[in-house]
């Protein structure tokens, strides 16, 4: 039968688990990451390239596997230094996410505004000069099918209109049928920005978004519950 430390060591375990998982993860995509993204929705070799997944995950999961040892070792070890530690770092990054979500929320009515300020001169001055930044909006426009950050206007007397002719890019005109991409079939064909895309986007998986939300807080919650728990047990073991 488990003593009391080894069930509460296993929510730990579990952090340790995932970290590594999550790492693992994020090794096999710097080291193979066409295979790894065959198992992902579709996305370009230059939205791959520039967005470092990757990395992402193996930083992440060793964060969360350095969690899952420390309050391991302090279940284990009894250490009150340990657990409160714990504690600490997990209300933390309670509390920032949590500020994190208000913040969102207050200013969600400005989103479009603040990035549509960062956007438009990016693509008015940028697009077809700065090889990265071209890349990437061609990629983020080829997967949502989508042109511009609002609509084909955000390419007017831009630095790629004016460099080919008054053309926008293939993106902004829907078929074969309406090349060359001028005034009259971008505007004909009414593809939407990426924005509208990415908000639809957001949309259509908000229930996952909300899931994946809930499991974290309710494992951080968790973890803080059983760590004071055994903080406050050998506190009154102590004495």
């Known amino acids: 039968m488990l003593k009391r430390d080894d069930l509460l060591s296993l929510n730990y375990t579990f952090f340790v688990l995932a970290g590594m998982c999550l790492a693992a993860a994020g090794i096999w995509v ?15 070799d230059d939205f791959q390239r520039y967005v470092s997944v990757g990395i992402f995950s193996i930083t992440i999961g060793a964060v969360m596997t350095l969690l899952g040892l420390l309050g391991c070792c302090g279940a284990q070890k ?3 230094c340990l657990l409160i530690m714990f504690f600490s770092i997990i209300l933390i990054i309670c509390i920032a996410e949590t500020a994190s979500a208000i913040v969102a929320l207050v200013y969600s ?3 479009e505004i603040i990035l549509r300020a960062w ?8 697009y077809g000069k700065d ?10 426009m080829t997967t949502l099918q989508c042109c511009g950050f609002s609509n084909y206007t955000d390419f007017s007397e831009s630095y790629y209109y004016k460099q080919n002719g008054g ?20 505007d004909f064909s ?21 899931g994946i939300a809930a499991g974290v807080t309710a494992i951080e919650v968790a973890a ?9 047990y050998l506190d009154k073991k102590a004495t």
């Open 190 to 210: 009414g593809v939407v920005g990426c924005f509208k895309q990415i908000v639809q986007l957001i949309q259509r998986n908000v229930n996952i978004i909300r």
């Open 78 to 80: 009894e250490s009150k």
């Open 109 to 111: 009515s400005y989103t």
């Open 224 to 232: 803080m519950g059983v760590s004071m728990y055994l903080y406050c």
């Open 131 to 140: 090889k990265i930044l071209t890349d990437l909006w061609n990629s983020t």
């Open 167 to 186: 053309l926008y890019p293939p993106t902004c005109c829907a078929g074969p049928e309406l090349f060359p991409c001028d005034d009259h079939n971008a």
């Open 119 to 126: 956007a438009t001169p990016g693509l008015k001055e940028q």
């Open 30 to 44: 710097t080291v193979d990451g066409d295979s790894f993204m065959k198992v992902l929705p579709p996305f370009t």
